[in-house]
């Protein structure tokens, strides 16, 4: 039988701040998105390519994938195998909180390199949700906090803020702005442009220089986040769909697959302590249609 694309995406409440994923992926492509939290993911087979930076990088069995905050990045298999990896997302609070306390990096911490080579990181990593299957608090906790001080004293520092001067800056953040007020309804790059007093190519190059992404992009997964929230606190699909300016509910499963890897069913069924299994991804990034689950 043909291998299936299965994932799993959850959290733990002993281990606040944090999510949890298991996943084996053969044709799913994330689309170029950022997350709020860091994303250390732990190969264990197959090869995860992902365009970060200004480059493609390779995560191969017995390596991690390191991602900072708010940082743009893609992810497909090298090759037609897939890939499996388990992952863990801590938030910046938490990463701060264990740097603080175990190591000397000055200011906010972050991964210096988007690869690092290293099985016993990667052990350490599927240990922590393992433990977290089991409701063990103790070692899932312990775990995560051996593996994110390993991980910054072999591949950490003082994590480097993006920086835009001029008045591309400022145009970029009231362009944000706008975007997020009127997330259900946002205007065209024409008319946002006019609003804010410049041209359309010139807010299209300030809003990427700023945020790693067009506007049109950052829109969509500015849409998935709040999404995302908005399943947390036990809103439907199909609610949140409409809530954050999707079309309808499919609109937002092709989206919220492609980005957080699992349909936003499942990954509320979750959240309301439904089943711990994974679930099965199609071979087009949906597994769910239609009205709410």
Do not use: C
Not at 5 to 27: F, K, Q, S
């Amino acid at each position: 039988m043909a291998a299936r694309e299965r994932a799993r995406h959850w959290n733990y409440a002993d281990l606040p701040g944090v999510d949890l994923l298991r996943a084996h992926y053969i044709h799913k492509t994330f689309l170029r998105h950022t997350h709020e939290t860091f994303v250390i993911a732990a190969i264990t087979e197959g090869v995860e390519v992902f365009h970060h930076g200004s480059g493609d990088q390779y995560a191969g069995p017995g390596s991690l994938a390191l991602v900072n905050p708010d940082t743009p990045h893609t992810g497909h298999a090298k090759d037609p195998e897939g890939w499996q990896y388990g992952a863990v997302y801590p938030s910046a609070d938490v990463v701060a909180a264990i740097a603080a306390e175990t190591t000397t990096i000055r200011g906010t911490p972050g991964f210096a390199a988007p690869v690092l080579d290293d099985p016993y990181t990667v052990r350490l990593v599927h240990q922590v949700l393992r433990a977290a299957d089991e409701g063990n608090a103790l070692a899932a906790d312990t775990l995560l906090r051996v593996a994110v001080t390993r991980l910054l004293r072999l591949n950490g520092g003082q994590l480097r803020q993006r920086q835009v001067r001029g008045a591309g800056a400022g145009i970029a953040a009231r362009a944000r702005a706008v975007l997020e007020g009127r997330m259900a309804d946002p205007p065209s790059l024409e008319r946002l442009a006019a609003d804010l007093g410049t041209g359309p190519f010139a807010l299209l190059r300030a809003f990427k220089d700023a945020y790693g992404l067009p506007p049109h992009t950052w829109l969509t997964d500015a849409r998935v986040r709040r999404a995302r929230h908005l399943l947390d606190a036990g809103t439907s699909p199909a609610e949140a769909a409409v809530a954050v300016g999707f079309s309808d509910q499919p609109h937002l499963n092709r989206h919220f697959t492609r980005i957080v890897g699992v349909p936003p069913g499942a990954y509320r069924r979750e959240r309301r302590g439904g089943s711990a299994g994974a679930a099965a991804i199609g071979a087009r990034g949906g597994a769910e249609r239609g009205g709410a689950r």
